[in-house]
């Protein structure tokens, strides 16, 4: 089932964050890939008020898959600010062609209350805002800052609804000209993202390059006319497939398979260890072993399991619309692992049409019908908790023997989901009909977009080195 196979453009971080000092009133930037294809364009706009001032900042990217017609998708986030700079409102408001939806923070004191608005409805979270918490990921710290020591510090992200640890330090790999820095986001002591910039004399960002799946894309300052000039779509899918090493055989995909990485300009992470995936880092790289058993899996303690059970706004399983698919399913009482399966098989009659751009929390997918691995997998964790299954989303790549647009024998981006099912975690992938030893989780979520998209990035830090399928001797 190659066609539900994702389009990660989640991680395309073009546009810093809010911006609480620039005194520029308009600014256009270009967004394209490391070969000069564009993706599309950005703006930043900002205006006085009354009582402090406005800032407007857009981006749009016009994206293709396939044969199917291009697919522009929007971003407009409006911040209001005090008169001190400090920022009091701040709403996205996202469109991919054909749905919209609406993210809403109000700051007040020392909380920050965020309410998504999406077709299925709404979502409210309330964030505690410790003492110190930035808002402009760390631009005003930049500015005159040498980069001889690091920067560390919390910055609130609305779309993901939490306050994260944010570190800013100079980049192993410098271009000429300027500072590179490399940005690094943290939920606990989890990376959940990174980008590099680089920055003038005066500590301005003049560049800020996310990588994703090889591809790097650079959003870089322009001139209005270059900025809004024409061009194609951007053949999304073709350049993330990355080629694989060797060509696996089904039998080995169904066995235990060792890979082993390094790490691209000495940047190290530490992929997740799963039920099916062991993880051995060393000084020079990770080694990862995967097959049905070859993982610990995630923590199975009570706490863990709650949190694994709960409604987010990705994870809507107390929707009517997840429960009343869910519901014939439940009251069959199978076992857990029996459940997922037919969990499974429900969800592939709700989703019928194919998407791969944009993400789409469970409750929107199903109104739609639509989307790719990343909605197939959010669709049935939501499924599996509103059957009261502790489910997370794993999200990295996952190998294709077949020919998908014009390529066979590679590793493309993918979504699964991970399931509590009779005492273990377990891997249930709907979008491929079964878990092998070719899906490598580089990220573990709650499907929200910020984990689905770090894994893009992650994907972009390994630096293959081998692949191997592991055999075990026969007894004499």
Avoid at 15 to 42: K, N, S, T
Avoid at 68 to 74: A, D, N, Y
Wanted: net charge positive; proline share 6%; with cysteine.
């Amino acid at each position: 089932m190659l066609r539900r196979l994702p389009l990660l453009i989640l991680a395309i971080a073009a546009l810093p964050g809010a911006r609480q000092a620039d005194p520029a009133p308009q600014g256009w930037y270009v967004i394209a890939d490391d070969a000069g294809a564009v993706l599309g364009h950005a703006s930043t706009a900002s205006r006085a008020l009354p009582e402090g001032r406005e800032t407007v900042e857009l981006r749009e990217l016009r994206l293709a898959d396939g044969e199917r017609p291009s697919t522009t998708l929007t971003d407009t986030t409006t911040t209001s600010f005090d008169r001190s700079g400090r920022p009091l409102l701040i709403v996205t408001e996202s469109r991919d062609g054909r749905t919209i939806s609406r993210t809403e923070t109000r700051i007040a004191g020392a909380s920050a209350t965020i309410t998504r608005q999406s077709e299925s409805g709404r979502h409210v979270t309330r964030v505690a805002l410790p003492t110190g918490t930035r808002f402009d990921n760390g631009e005003g710290l930049m500015r005159g800052w040498t980069g001889d020591a690091p920067l560390a510090f919390l910055n609130l992200n609305s779309a993901a609804g939490l306050v994260e640890r944010v570190t800013i330090e100079r980049a192993p790999t410098q271009r000429p000209g300027t500072l590179t820095v490399l940005r690094k986001r943290y939920e606990g002591t989890e990376l959940r993202g990174i980008v590099r910039l680089d920055l003038d004399a005066s500590g301005r960002i003049v560049a800020a390059i996310q990588p994703m799946f090889g591809v790097a894309v650079t959003t870089r300052p322009a001139d209005r006319d270059t900025a809004l000039r024409p061009h194609p779509p951007y053949r999304l899918l073709r350049n993330v497939i990355a080629k694989s090493p060797v060509r696996i055989g089904p039998a080995a995909a169904q066995g235990h398979i060792r890979y082993r990485f390094g790490f691209i300009d000495g940047i190290a992470f530490a992929p997740p260890a799963t039920g099916e995936q062991r993880v051995t880092l060393d000084a020079t790289g990770v080694t990862l072993d995967i097959c049905t058993s070859c993982g610990l899996g995630l923590p199975g303690d009570p706490a863990t399991l709650a949190d694994a059970r709960r409604a987010t706004a990705w994870l809507q399983h107390d929707h009517p619309r997840v429960i009343a698919l869910a519901r014939p399913v439940i009251r069959r009482q199978l076992s857990k692992a029996r459940t997922m399966e037919e969990l499974a098989v429900r969800a592939r009659t709700a989703m019928h049409k194919i998407d791969f751009t944009g993400h789409r929390s469970a409750a929107d997918a199903l109104a739609s019908g639509a989307g790719d691995c990343t909605e197939d997998a959010v669709v049935l964790a939501a499924l599996g908790r509103a059957a009261g299954i502790p489910t997370r989303v794993a999200s990295g790549l996952v190998y294709s023997r077949e020919r998908y647009h014009g390529v066979s024998n590679v590793f493309m981006p993918h979504s699964w989901t991970l399931a509590y099912v009779d005492g273990a975690w377990r891997s249930f992938d709907m979008s491929l009909d079964g878990f092998d030893a070719t899906h490598i989780a580089l990220t573990i979520g709650d499907g929200d977009a910020r984990s689905i998209a770090a894994a893009g990035q992650f994907a972009s830090l390994l630096d293959w080195q081998s692949l191997a399928e592991v055999r075990t001797r026969a007894s004499p």
